[in-house]
């Protein structure tokens, strides 16, 4: 597990960028934080470090959007709307277990879902004296994300 502190949505945004060359098909990426934690500016920021030249948006009312003009495809979830459930008629297996890489914003309400192994990264806001700054906690689950995260911090 690793803490990295953002002091801009810029910050946020490159972190995104730096974690991209390292996810290979099949990852799958947990993001926890509050509304306006800044989940959807890391998702741009991987977007971005995969090639993706389209606008990232919120799925929050589409459940999940497909980029697929990258070096892979990005699959962004919100899967906030599943709070009571649903999940499993979704096929969320076949995009964890397919050939881009999926991130998924509120994924405690498909927890059964998941995979053994992902990366969870946890938004906290620290704001001070009207700044937005941000604490990023890295958690992985399972060995290739052990090395990502590792490579990822050495490189801070």
């Known amino acids: ?17 730096r974690l991209a ?26 977007a971005k470090g995969l090639g993706i030249q389209r606008v990232i948006k919120s799925p929050t009312f589409t459940i999940i959007r497909e980029y697929l003009d990258g070096r892979l495809p990005l699959y962004h979830m919100d899967v906030y709307r599943l709070e009571t459930g649903g999940g ?18 509120w994924a405690e309400f498909v927890a059964d879902e998941l995979p053994s192994e992902y990366l969870a990264i946890t938004f906290n806001r620290c704001d001070q004296a009207g700044e937005e700054v941000r604490s990023v906690t890295l958690e992985p689950h399972g060995d290739h994300f052990d090395q990502v995260v590792k490579e990822l911090v050495e490189h801070e």
């Open 1 to 17: 597990m690793a803490t990295i502190g953002l002091n801009n949505p810029a910050q946020t945004m490159a972190l995104g960028e």
């Open 21 to 46: 060359p390292l996810l290979i098909a099949g990852d799958v990426i947990v993001l926890n934080g509050d509304l306006g934690a800044g989940k959807t500016t890391f998702t741009k920021g991987i």
């Open 88 to 105: 499993e008629d979704l096929g969320l297996e076949e995009y964890f277990e397919g050939d881009g890489i999926s991130v998924v914003e």
